[in-house]
């Protein structure tokens, strides 16, 4: 007589990971879910269906909701300070933010778009987006003379390479080759417009 089939728990087998490998697949998962319908409207089902796991083993890693959105957000932000620089805006700044982009557009639209309207993680959002003007400021306060338009480019700067980048992204990544160019472009009208001021 064949061996009966185990019974079917709606979720596929997953089969075994190391820790770190199945840490890193849950937080890939997840970004992809939180993307599409925010915090809220997420559950911890919807990730563990994306990641092909068991709420089970979701909970090996990640104790709450909460702590999984967590570690999306600084794994996103991680790979984005790796690809541009930590503490320093250079000429290949806009290459590293449009590849970040590309090879994780879940991500980053998490971090710039979905992220900052979530009441329980908007400090640190805004943190973030407090320590990318401060890199902007000290790159730009040499070239700008005036310290009050500086201090207004400095603002302006990463608002038009997120929204620019974005752009990208909603257009379908066109001229990867050029498109940083293209962006360093429209910072440099920025920067202009402030050393003319």
């Known amino acids: 007589m064949a061996d009966a089939a185990p019974p079917s728990t709606g979720v596929p087998s997953a089969r075994r990971l190391p820790r770190s490998q199945r840490r890193e697949q849950i937080i890939a998962a997840a970004t992809r879910a939180f993307a599409r319908t925010g915090f809220a409207a997420t559950n911890l089902d919807d990730i563990a269906t994306e ?88 790159h730009l306060a040499a070239e700008i003379p005036n310290p009050v338009w500086a201090a207004w480019a400095a603002q302006l700067v990463p608002t038009v390479a997120i929204a620019a980048v974005t752009a990208w992204l909603d257009a379908g990544q066109p001229d990867p080759d050029r498109a940083a160019d293209r962006i360093r472009e429209a910072i440099y009208g920025v920067i202009t417009a402030a050393q003319h001021a």
């Open 51 to 138: 990641a092909g796991i068991s709420r089970a083993i979701l909970y090996r890693h990640f104790d709450s909701k909460t702590d999984l959105y967590q570690a999306v957000l600084d794994s996103a932000c991680g790979r984005l300070i790796t690809a541009t620089g930590a503490d320093e805006f250079t000429e290949t700044s806009i290459a590293g933010l449009l590849h970040a982009a590309a090879d994780d557009p879940a991500g980053f639209r998490l971090l710039f778009h979905h992220a900052a309207r979530e009441p329980e993680f908007r400090q640190a959002m805004d943190q973030f987006h407090t320590d990318m003007t401060r890199v902007a400021h000290k």
